[in-house]
């Protein structure tokens, strides 16, 4: 099992930044695929980006253009850019880690848009 620890939410303004991290255990980071997933209170939970071994990213329609995800596998860390953060942006975000046969989800951290 894959051990996952996320960093870097808190509250932020409108239009402002965050960068979300997520720093996995073991050592075949390389080959898993990275994810960030959100969940807002009383709504599913979403796919906001993905990450494959390849580097190839997939990104969900509401934050296209705005968040970016990358990865660092000297680190085992995954990142997530939050650009022009809006409220609907709040939500629970979770690192999820897939591939090798297992999956695994980081324990989730608050992002909160608000003036």
């Known amino acids: 099992q894959v051990q996952l620890v996320e960093s870097g939410g808190g509250l932020v303004q409108p239009g402002g930044s965050l960068r979300l991290s997520c720093v996995a255990s073991?050592?075949?980071?390389?080959?898993?695929?990275m994810a960030w997933h959100r969940q807002a209170p009383g709504k599913e939970r979403e796919l906001v980006a993905a990450?494959?071994?390849?580097?190839?990213?997939v990104y969900g329609a509401s934050v296209k253009g705005r968040f970016s995800i990358s990865r660092d596998n000297g680190k085992n860390t995954v990142y997530l850019q939050m650009n022009n953060l809006k409220p609907e942006d709040t939500a629970v975000y979770y690192c999820n880690s897939g591939g090798l046969g297992t999956v695994s989800w980081g324990q989730g951290i608050q992002v909160t848009v608000s003036s």
């Open positions: 073991g050592s075949l980071f390389s080959n898993y695929t």
């Open positions: 990450i494959f071994s390849s580097r190839f990213t």
